[in-house]
């Protein structure tokens, strides 16, 4: 059983913070659910800690099995140590150290997937940045692409929002508004920024084609950098004395409008576009 110590033990407490996240190209994922699904993905999971305590389940007995199985190392620790490590506030007794897949705009044009992206732009709140993940997962979108300002989406409460939809669909960091705006143009792809006013209602938008999602950050929108392509600009009609809605809602109501208007057109290549539009 590993003492507080052992090296690797100080490898999970420095992963806590975004610079050695950042450094290591590492990241925790904690819970049985979530530790499942990293060892369902492509992602290299280095290692699987846990607690005998929390994981005498049939369910965490199996993963366990999975890990040693995969070539995992599995490692133990005692309960007062586990609840040291947990961000969690009722553990189940199980985190796993996973190695992030650096995706880029090259490797986008590689993926084969629908012609919706989102464009996630200073959003600063963990639990937002999570849900838009899980919301665009969720609609079929074929990346998520996160500008300068925005919150570490590895972050333990970015991760627990996105409900495993991390592993599910491309995450892109740094990429800068000029790179985003010259690829969308190069690729033809239309971006749409959701504005409080001045812009045309949604579903007037056509969403069928190629097109990109701007989620912007709830005090200002979309800044100006990335507004500087050719952005068609729409809002969310509200009849109710709401003033706003909150990002990830709005992110969300602007993909399945996409949704529910490809699922009602029947001509070729506007359902099953790939980013490169072949």
């Known amino acids: 059983m590993l003492s507080k110590q052992n090296p690797r033990i100080k490898l999970l407490r420095r992963l806590t913070t975004r610079r050695y996240r950042e450094k290591e190209g590492k990241f925790l994922v904690e819970g049985v659910r979530f530790v499942e699904e990293a060892l369902k993905s492509s992602f290299l999971v280095d290692m699987l800690v846990y607690c005998s305590e929390y994981t005498n389940t049939a369910r965490g007995q199996a993963l366990l099995e999975t890990a040693a199985a995969n070539g995992t190392p599995v490692l133990e620790v005692d309960k007062e ?58 609609s079929g ?18 991760l627990r929002a996105s409900m495993g939809s991390i592993f599910h669909i491309p995450v892109l960091r740094d990429c800068t508004a000029g790179e985003v705006n010259a ?55 509200m009849p109710g004395l709401a003033e706003s809605l909150n990002v990830a809602v709005s992110a969300a109501i602007m993909l399945y409008e996409a949704v529910r208007q490809r699922s009602f057109t029947k001509g070729p290549g506007l359902t099953d576009k790939t980013i490169n539009g072949k």
């Open 81 to 138: 140590l586990f609840l040291e490590l947990a961000a969690t506030q009722t553990p189940q007794g199980l985190l796993a150290v996973v190695q992030w897949r650096p995706y880029t705009l090259a490797t986008l044009r590689e993926v084969s997937q629908q012609a919706l992206l989102v464009v996630v732009d200073a959003v600063l709140d963990p639990g937002n940045l999570g849900t838009i993940v899980r919301a665009a997962d969720a």
């Open 141 to 158: 979108a074929g990346a998520v692409i996160l500008l300068p300002g925005t919150v570490d989406i590895l972050n333990p409460k970015a």
């Open 183 to 237: 690829f969308f143009k190069q690729q033809g792809i239309k971006l749409i920024a959701g504005v409080p006013r001045g812009g045309k209602p949604i579903y007037e938008s056509d969403l069928t084609v190629p097109c990109a999602i701007i989620a912007g950050s709830e005090p200002r929108g979309p800044g100006e950098a990335i507004l500087s392509g050719v952005v068609e600009k729409v809002c969310i009609p």
